[in-house]
């Protein structure tokens, strides 16, 4: 659809959030990606080993004050053309592009697809957003595998790793209030980690957008390291710990696979 309503966001550009407790964001951790994915436990386990080593990670990780959590995000007027998103300044210029791969098969869909053509004439708006755990948790992580304590390595790392989706999670729900497209949220978190919900949020390096290099104009825009995010040569953010984004609002916005990779 492009007559879908372009929403209004709240401001233009791009702004930073610090010092997000860990109360605000450890209801959106995804347990089952932790408990299966990470700490690979089997189902007998999770309620008489996982659940309680989860308790008290998280109250370590508050007693100790590990974390960082930190978000910069924005948003940005935009057009489509085939292919391409277009990211424009306030003067309707382009500043700056992110070319997407199409499907070869299917309905053919491409990332560009959920934002207005150019050539109708109308702006549409795209959120972009990086947010972090810190360092703190990385240097603690790595601290326990340099003393052989790997059991307590592999659990507080894969936590670290789903708290940071988590606070993506979390400010994805921000953006989505802030934009005014959330009334269709789900009640509970299984909804919402299914993303019964308007809009999508996909990562960089997955299928609709596996070029890692588009990081950089990402970075470009947000200047994350104003929330202690750097970008590597191989275009992967330090610390660990931390995702970014493209935010779409379009109704139709969903996951699918390009069947490209990089």
Not at 62 to 73: P, Q, S
Not at 159 to 170: D, G, H, P, R
Not at 185 to 211: I, K, N, V
Request: aromatic letters at 8%.
């Amino acid at each position: 659809a492009t007559d879908n309503p372009v929403p209004t966001p709240p401001f233009r550009g791009t702004r930073v959030v610090k010092g997000i407790q860990l109360k605000e964001y450890a209801s959106w951790l995804d347990e089952t990606a932790l408990f299966r994915g990470q700490w690979g436990l089997t189902k007998e386990l999770i309620e008489s080993e996982g659940r309680p080593r989860l308790r008290a990670l998280l109250d370590r990780l508050r007693t100790d004050n590990v974390l960082e959590a930190g978000v910069v995000h924005g948003y940005f007027p935009c057009v489509s053309k085939g292919d391409d998103l277009i990211i424009l300044d306030e003067d309707g210029n382009e500043r700056t592009r992110f070319t997407f791969p199409r499907q070869r098969h299917g309905r053919r869909l491409c990332l560009a697809d959920f934002f207005r053509p150019e050539e109708s004439g109308d702006t549409d708006v795209v959120g972009l957003q990086v947010v972090t755990v810190g360092s703190r948790i990385g240097e603690e992580t790595a601290r326990l595998f340099e003393a052989d304590a790997y059991r307590e390595y592999l659990e507080l790392h894969g936590l670290s790793v789903q708290l940071a989706e988590a606070l993506a999670e979390y400010w994805h729900a921000r953006v989505r209030a802030e934009l005014g497209i959330h009334r269709g949220d789900p009640d509970g978190l299984d909804g919402m980690l299914r993303t019964e919900y308007q809009g999508c949020r996909y990562s960089l390096g997955y299928p609709a957008c596996p070029d890692l290099e588009d990081r950089a104009k990402i970075a470009d825009l947000l200047q994350p390291e104003r929330i202690g995010v750097r970008l590597s040569e191989e275009f992967q953010l330090h610390p660990e710990q931390s995702t970014d984004a493209i935010v779409v609002h379009h109704p139709e916005a969903g996951y699918f696979n390009t069947g490209v990779r990089r």
